[in-house]
């Protein structure tokens, strides 16, 4: 399987899409308060936005997408 079709099923499937309340549960390395300064400058970190949506007020992070980050794996 390619890098942009894995891509596209980490996307598209909905249950990878967790609150962001929920992220620092399955990234346990990190606290709410640093999730959140960390996704609110995700315009500085390259391809951090990509793994990030704001609807309405409730910010969601694609948990796999985020991983892939971390390890430096996903570029914008």
């Known amino acids: 399987m390619t ?4 891509f596209d099923l980490h996307v598209t499937n909905l249950n990878n899409w967790q609150p962001m309340t929920k992220v620092s549960e399955v990234f346990p390395q990190f606290t709410q308060t640093q999730l959140k300064r960390l996704f609110w400058q995700r315009e500085q970190h390259k ?3 990509t793994c990030y949506k704001q609807v309405g007020k409730r910010g ?4 796999p997408l985020f991983g ?3 390890a430096g ?3 914008e």
């Open 73 to 75: 794996k996903l570029a």
């Open 3 to 6: 890098d942009l079709k894995q």
């Open 60 to 63: 969601y992070v694609c948990l």
């Open 47 to 49: 391809g951090l936005s």
């Open 68 to 70: 892939l980050w971390l």
